[in-house]
């Protein structure tokens, strides 16, 4: 017979959603299953909205693994069905706590129990007690302390109406919202370190997080289409699929290089960007835009040039990582896998196309008068139409 | 599709994908074992190393010794000749699998002594050689022909010079650039320490390099396992690709002289094109008996080669830069500046190098997709410092 094992999840902001809760959690376990292999032998229970996985031991940790990168799972513990027997859970326990006490020499715990059959002849608090006693005496003098507020291992036993489970110390999670239940957001992604980050936080708040590249490739080559496209891939680990959308920009940036003034073509640049993803953004029902902008990172990142370029769209803007500073979103980069991607060399187009000096502060005015110089209604109609829509799957 | 970056790396030829493809299911076995399969793959190597030596003319007296690529057969020998504290000497303008590889030397306090003030055109000048003999450098490294450039550096004469001069110098040739394009002077063999050769750039398989070397000099192994290949390089024998570059490399030979004089047709027809175009153009190869006619580098600023490439990989044409220039490597070629050139002047270089499936309609068709791009570009670039 196949040895299984229960994986607990447990959620994280859901429990405060009060009556939507319901929702949230139909959501997560949509995510959940299938973000999961559907043919190991894998089975979801719903007792009472707590999510419980009966899978067979083989593959358990490698299951653990990917619930990690779930948004909305705030920690799991994989569990091992036993007889409802005190000897036989506190034995169990000494064999899990043990290793980690060498480790660390003192180590503080608590047994925590969830009574789920009333039938059963003893109360939670007493199955703690039973339990937690026998696992001191024999730990005890190796170090073990217990401890119910500031237990570093809670050593949890679950007892069901048709099993009992014990649990072993809590896995983190991402957690966060399931992605979906916020809706769906369009993602402003240049290939640099800061747009994946932003974009795997928003995924985090629930958001299904699709993007949007500017790409120039009679200038730069193919090689930024490619970047962006396995960016996304990677965000999509934690999100499952999403669109990239990618629109043909060099002409728009050629007429804003040769038509308005040098030092505000960034920020015109920047302009045409919004107002493109604005358009797509309505036509596929996204209510927001999310940027890797961080306040005053780079010339057109400041305070007036953010707002020169939001007041052309009519739609949110999010901006996660505004007030973060450079060294904490490549620490984000990198925990979430996008780092050794984005700073994959990258042609860009700083000799072409950016000013020697570029505007820091940017009037709206002035900016306007430039756009008079040249079509960019028609030349963004024609981007858009020549728009490209990629299904992207995930790495 | 136009593919005019032959230097970079070749197609293979189709007659040598059949081959490899019957090798690859035949000769299968370890050419180390003992049984009659692993018997007869080793005969196959044999095979292939005779007809390698016969088809380059090579002695006796030299060791061949199979490697995964140029790069590799280059370090075996320098790393393996001269690690640590041997001296050693260079022009300077040579692949980075030679030039970084000396100066990896320098965490040993053995710096490799540069000729590069001794640059003609990208070919040492002979005058430099006493220093060799003062300076006391054991080996001297040096391009057959230039992988940017396409400059030779002649051995023969080079190699009696320094048997005058420096008679304690020995030479190393990198090969890589020079096999199947230009004429091999079978008498440089007995004058040589060492040469590197790669498969991928004469129409053979990626992942085969060879390195031939005198058989009185001792290689510290730089792989170490087994006893293969003298001891000097440990590894499976990857038997399919030696007979594969046996091939390649006996058909490269034998139409040489074809190639060589197509070559210098579409050379020719190259530079002609582009003289009569109204851009200011500035070769950085040369030309004649010591220029291979494989490589025409030239530059054209203030237009930047990158964004150049780009323009021409939208009409499938397909050229190299004289320039390694990314966003995050933005140094132009050293070669390029080793030359003299400005940094504008590098970044603005493009190296066309044929193969001899090339024809001329296609440089007819490269030169008119090279003007118009020109054209288009220039507004853009105009006026501007491309090197700030």
Same mark, same amino acid.
């Given at each position: ?84 027997? *005190? @000897?036989?859970?506190?034995? =169990? #326990?000494?064999?899990?706590? $043990?290793?980690? %006490? &060498? ?110 590249? *500017? @790409?120039?490739?009679?200038? =730069? #080559?193919?090689?930024?289409? $490619?970047?962006? %496209? &396995? ?165 | ?388």
């Amino acid at each position: 017979m196949i040895e299984k094992r229960t994986i607990l999840v447990r959620y994280d902001e859901i429990g405060l959603k009060g009556g939507n809760r319901k929702y949230f959690t139909k959501i997560l376990l949509k995510n959940i299953k299938r973000a999961l292999p559907g043919d190991r032998g894998i089975e979801y229970r719903v007792p009472r909205g707590r999510i419980l996985i009966d899978l067979p031991k083989s593959i358990a940790d490698e299951i653990g693994d990917q619930l990690k990168m779930i948004p909305g799972i705030a920690s799991y513990s994989i569990g091992i069905s036993v007889n409802p027997d *005190f @000897d036989e859970i506190a034995g =169990l #326990g000494v064999k899990l706590i $043990e290793p980690l %006490l &060498k480790s660390k020499g003192k180590l503080k715990f608590c047994v925590r129990t969830r009574r789920s059959a009333k039938t059963f002849p003893k109360t939670s608090p007493e199955v703690n007690f039973e339990v937690g006693s026998r696992i001191m005496s024999q730990l005890q003098e190796k170090g073990l302390v217990v401890d119910i507020k500031g237990a570093e291992v809670t050593f949890e036993i679950e007892i069901g109406t048709t099993d009992t489970i014990i649990f072993d110390n809590r896995h983190s999670g991402l957690s966060g919202l399931p992605v979906g239940s916020a809706g769906n957001i369009l993602c402003m992604m240049s290939g640099g370190i800061d747009s994946p980050v932003a974009a795997h936080l928003m995924a985090c708040r629930g958001c299904r997080v699709h993007f949007v590249f *500017f @790409d120039n490739q009679p200038f =730069l #080559g193919r090689g930024g289409y $490619e970047k962006v %496209l &396995k960016l996304s891939k990677i965000i999509n680990r934690y999100q499952g699929r999403a669109n990239l959308f990618v629109i043909p920009f060099q002409d728009i940036q050629v007429a804003i290089r040769d038509h308005c003034r040098e030092e505000n073509r960034v920020v015109l640049y920047r302009r045409m960007m919004y107002r493109i993803a604005d358009s797509i953004a309505k036509q596929y029902e996204m209510p927001g835009l999310v940027t890797g902008e961080s306040l005053g990172q780079v010339a057109s990142q400041t305070l007036e040039n953010l707002a020169a370029v939001t007041c052309v769209t009519s739609i949110n803007v999010f901006r996660p990582l505004i007030g973060m500073n450079k060294e904490g979103i490549i620490k984000r980069a990198r925990e979430i896998g996008t780092y050794e991607v984005s700073i994959e060399p990258q042609p860009d187009c700083c000799a072409v196309f950016m000013p020697s000096s570029p505007v820091t502060r940017g009037k709206i005015s002035i900016l306007e008068n430039d756009e008079e110089k040249f079509m960019w209604k028609e030349l963004q109609e024609e981007a858009l139409a020549n728009m490209e829509t990629i299904k992207v799957d995930y790495l | 599709m136009i593919y005019l970056d032959n230097a970079a790396t070749t197609s293979m030829d189709p007659e040598i994908i059949t081959s490899l493809q019957d090798y690859m299911r035949v000769q299968f076995a370890n050419s180390g074992t003992v049984y009659g399969i692993g018997i007869d793959a080793k005969k196959k190597i044999e095979e292939a190393k005779e007809n390698i030596t016969f088809a380059l003319g090579i002695p006796s007296s030299h060791n061949l010794v199979f490697t995964s690529c140029g790069t590799e057969s280059n370090n075996l020998f320098i790393k393996g000749l001269c690690f640590p504290d041997k001296k050693t000497a260079y022009l300077g303008l040579e692949h980075p699998s030679i030039t970084e590889t000396l100066l990896s030397f320098k965490n040993f306090d053995n710096a490799p002594f540069s000729l590069l003030e001794f640059n003609r055109q990208g070919r040492l000048d002979l005058s430099c050689l006493p220093l060799l003999k003062e300076k006391k450098i054991r080996l001297l490294c040096l391009s057959h022909v230039n992988n940017e450039l396409g400059t030779i550096n002649d051995p023969v004469p080079l190699i009696d010079a320094m048997k005058k001069e420096s008679p304690k110098t020995r030479l190393f040739l990198d090969g890589i650039q020079a096999i199947g394009k230009i004429k091999l002077n079978k008498c440089m063999w007995s004058g040589l320490a060492g040469y590197s050769l790669s498969a991928h750039k004469f129409h053979g398989p990626k992942g085969i390099g060879l390195l031939v070397y005198d058989s009185n000099l001792n290689l510290a192994p730089q792989l170490h396992g087994g006893k293969q290949q003298f001891g000097v390089r440990a590894g499976t024998l990857p038997v399919p690709l030696i007979m594969a570059f046996a091939q390649a490399i006996e058909l490269a030979i034998a139409r040489q002289q074809k190639t060589q004089e197509h070559f210098k047709i579409l050379q020719e027809h190259l530079i002609g094109g582009l003289n009569k175009l109204e851009i200011p153009i500035l070769y950085n190869s040369s030309y004649g008996e010591f220029q291979s006619p494989a490589i025409v580098n030239f530059s054209f600023p203030p237009v930047e080669a990158e964004v150049m490439v780009h323009h021409l990989e939208e009409k499938e044409i397909f050229a190299g830069m004289g320039s390694a220039c990314s966003a995050h490597s933005k140094e132009p070629s050293k070669i390029l500046m080793g030359m003299g050139l400005t940094k504008e002047q590098a970044r603005c270089s493009l190296r066309v190098s044929f193969s001899q499936t090339n024809t001329i309609k296609e440089i007819e068709k490269f030169i008119h997709a090279f003007a118009e791009a020109y054209q288009t570009l220039l507004p853009t670039f105009k006026d501007r410092a491309v090197g700030r």
